[in-house]
Nanobody, 121 residues
Framework: VQLQASGGGLVQAGGSLRLSCAAS????????MGWFRQAPGKEREFVAS????????YYADSATGRFTISRDSDKNTVYLQMNSLKPEDTAVYYC???????????????WGQGTLVTVSS
């Protein structure tokens, strides 16, 4: 079971990035997929989630209106489109899967390696 996040990088404030989370090893058809982030010295926090099978999305207040989560089941990939990026969005971003609909990172498993997003001012 693997989740591999990619797409991070250095971007100026106001810019955009699209993160990808490629899934392999098993089916996630009954899972809810989440994006989380962790800035230096801070706890891991919820960003957005979506059912693998499609349906209602959920966003943290900090992401609402700027980020969009989506998935492509044919490509076994979940995306996080991030627009209007701010320096406070700087963090390592992770994707993970959960059997329940929750924002609690402890309820997620199959964590992949993160991808670093750095937003310069």
């Amino acid at each position: 079971v693997q989740l591999q996040a990619s797409g991070g990088g250095l971007v100026q404030a106001g810019g955009s990035l699209r993160l990808s989370c490629a899934a392999s090893g098993r089916t996630f058809s009954n899972s809810r997929m989440g994006w989380f982030r962790q800035a230096p010295g801070k706890e891991r926090e919820f960003v957005a989630s979506i059912p693998w099978s499609g349906g209602s999305t959920y966003y943290a207040d900090s992401a609402t209106g700027r980020f969009t989560i989506s998935r492509d089941s044919d490509k076994n990939t979940v995306y996080l489109q991030m627009n209007s990026l701010k320096p406070e969005d700087t963090a390592v971003y992770y994707c993970a899967a959960s059997a329940v609909s929750t924002t609690n990172p402890r309820s997620y498993n199959s964590w992949g390696q993160g991808t670093l997003v750095t937003v310069s001012s």
